[in-house]
T-cell receptor, first 110, second 117 residues
Framework: KQEVTQIPAALSVPEGENLVLNCSFT??????LQWFRQDPGKGLTSLLL?????REQTSGRLNASLDKSSGRSTLYIAASQPGDSATYLC?????????FGEGTQLTVNP | DARVTQTPRHKVTEMGQEVTMRCQPI?????VFWYRQTMMQGLELLAY????????DSGMPKDRFSAEMPDATLATLKIQPSEPRDSAVYFC???????????????FGEGSRLTVL
C-alpha cells in the first residue's frame, strides 16, 4: 500500500526567503507525482505535475523535482511571498489510485 | 474557463436524512474521483470512475454511501442515512487518463461542506 509523507507539517518563514517542501513515498512504482495548493475553505489547485519519466518541472517561482528510485520529491519556492501562504500537498499516482500526503502548512510573514 | 463544479457548496442536515452531492467534471475528462477531507484523516479516496464505470470504491462505506455517473457530465455521491461522522468536505476531481492506469493532471472542485447534526 502506497504511503505518502510530507515534512515538515508546518513551516513559517519571512517574506523573500527561499524554501523547500519535502514529499516521500514508499512505493517507487508511480506514474506521476502532482503538487497541489489548498487555501482555507477552498479546493485543491494543481501546481505542477511530474511524469515518472521526468526529473523536474518548473512554473514561475516553483520548481518540483522527482527522484523515483529514492521515493522523494521536493517543491522549491523561490522568493516567497505572503500570498504563498497555504497548505501544499503532494500526491502520487500508482496503480489506479492517487494517494495524498498530509500536507505542509506554509505561512509567509510580511 | 474549464473547471469542476460541485453542488451544494454547503449542506447542513440532521442525522438520518439523505444527502446528495453533485459534480460536473470538466468536459472531455474521462476520470472522476470523489474524496473526503477531514482534519483527522486528511484526504481519503471514496470512489473512482473511468468512462463512467466505477473502478474503485473500496474507500466508501457501502452500507450508506453510493456513487454513480448517470452520464458523462454528472457524478453523484449519495449518503443515506447520514450520520454525524459523515461531516466533512467532499471533493470531486476530474482528469484525463493518459496511457494505461496513468492519470494526467487532476482538477478539483471547490468542495461540498457537509455538516450532519
Amino acid at each position: 500500500k502506497q504511503e505518502v509523507t510530507q515534512i515538515p507539517a508546518a513551516l513559517s518563514v519571512p517574506e523573500g526567503e527561499n524554501l523547500v517542501l519535502n514529499c516521500s513515498f514508499t512505493d517507487s512504482a508511480i506514474y506521476n507525482l502532482q503538487w497541489f495548493r489548498q487555501d482555507p475553505g477552498k479546493g485543491l489547485t494543481s501546481l505542477l505535475l511530474i511524469q515518472s519519466s521526468q526529473r523536474e518541472q518548473t512554473s514561475g517561482r516553483l520548481n518540483a523535482s522527482l527522484d523515483k528510485s529514492s521515493g522523494r520529491s521536493t517543491l522549491y519556492i523561490a522568493a516567497s511571498q505572503p500570498g504563498d501562504s497555504a497548505t501544499y500537498l503532494c500526491a502520487v499516482t500508482s496503480g489506479s489510485r492517487l494517494t495524498f500526503g498530509e500536507g505542509t502548512q506554509l505561512t509567509v510573514n510580511p | 474557463d474549464a473547471r469542476v463544479t460541485q453542488t451544494p457548496r454547503h449542506k447542513v442536515t440532521e442525522m438520518g436524512q439523505e444527502v446528495t452531492m453533485r459534480c460536473q467534471p470538466i468536459l472531455g475528462h474521462n476520470t472522476v474521483f470523489w474524496y473526503r477531507q477531514t482534519m483527522m484523516q486528511g484526504l481519503e479516496l471514496l470512489a473512482y470512475f473511468r468512462n463512467r464505470a466505477p473502478l474503485d470504491d473500496s474507500g466508501m462505506p457501502k452500507d450508506r454511501f453510493s456513487a454513480e455517473m448517470p452520464d458523462a457530465t454528472l457524478a453523484t455521491l449519495k449518503i443515506q442515512p447520514s450520520e454525524p461522522r459523515d461531516s466533512a468536505v467532499y471533493f470531486c476531481a476530474s482528469g484525463l487518463v493518459i496511457g494505461t492506469e496513468s492519470t494526467g493532471e487532476l482538477f478539483f472542485g471547490e468542495g461540498s461542506r457537509l455538516t450532519v447534526l
